[in-house]
């Protein structure tokens, strides 16, 4: 039921296969011409306290934020933890990356790279 739940929301997607994590975030993907763009809603995040990288064809997104009160009962700290990740369904160029962080928008575009004709191994059938 669950699995048919999350086709259902990511259906209009079409290249994207897996989007999964638990933190809450509001996060798109789709398909943009040759370029495949993220964009994770991260308000109240440093820079700085994002941790993005790309895994076997799989984007990591990783932050956390401390933060640090102070009450009439004492010193309290909080911390909101993020981590998602997004299963791409093809090859992308990974020297072409490039992400940008404004007003607690993470945007991130990567370049897909076309799969070859040639790919593959052919198997003769006897």
Known sequence: ???Q??????????????IRGGSG?????????DEYVVLA??????KSEIDLRLDDGT???QATHEVA?????????????VHE???LPGDVDEDGIEATYRNGVLEVR????EADDDSGHRIDVA
């Open 41 to 46: 809603d991260l308000p109240g995040f440093e």
């Open 59 to 61: 984007l990591v997104l």
């Open 110 to 113: 990567l370049p897909a790279v």
């Open 69 to 81: 009160e102070s009450s009439e009962h004492g010193a309290m700290s909080r911390s909101r933890h």
């Open 1 to 3: 039921m669950l699995e």
């Open 25 to 33: 975030v509001n996060m798109t993907v789709d398909r943009d011409g």
């Open 85 to 87: 990740f997004v299963r």
């Open 5 to 18: 739940m999350r086709r259902s929301m990511f259906d209009g997607l079409g290249d994207v296969r897996d």
